[in-house]
């Protein structure tokens, strides 16, 4: 088991930026590849970004290829959503997840465990 704590969300004009974080807690954060996913309201939940185990490897979706960027901190524990040049479109629920597994994946049926979410807002 491994639980799942993100932070870093808020109301930030078009164009600015934010840094989310997922604190997890349990077993050894480096055996779990981690995703981050975001539903708007009235909308399926989308993928936005994946690492693996080890952070040496990552994918986006296309959406948000070349704004976002993951990455993760092995000895803190802590994964990272580095959000630049937001759109209004990015306004959504975030939410970060954990698989059992070290290989990243970008289909939320591949995740085991999810955090609570934290919202994010981009006025434009």
């Known amino acids: 088991q491994v639980q799942l704590v993100e932070s870093g969300g808020g109301l930030v004009q078009a164009g600015g930026s934010l840094r989310l974080s997922c604190a997890a807690s349990?077993?050894?954060?480096?055996?779990?590849?981690m995703g981050w996913f975001r539903q708007a309201p009235g909308k399926e939940r989308e993928f936005v970004a994946a690492?693996?185990?080890?952070?040496?490897?990552?994918y986006a979706a296309d959406s948000v290829k070349g704004r976002f960027t993951i990455s993760r901190d092995n000895a803190k524990n802590t994964l990272y959503l580095q959000m630049n040049s937001l759109k209004p479109e990015d306004t959504a629920m975030y939410y970060c997840?954990?698989?059992?597994?070290?290989?990243?994946?970008?289909?939320?049926?591949?995740?085991?465990?999810w955090g609570q979410g934290t919202q994010v807002t981009v006025s434009s």
């Open positions: 997840a954990a698989r059992n597994s070290i290989v990243r994946a970008s289909t939320a049926a591949g995740y085991n465990y």
């Open positions: 349990g077993r050894t954060f480096s055996n779990y590849a």
């Open positions: 690492i693996n185990g080890i952070g040496s490897s990552t």
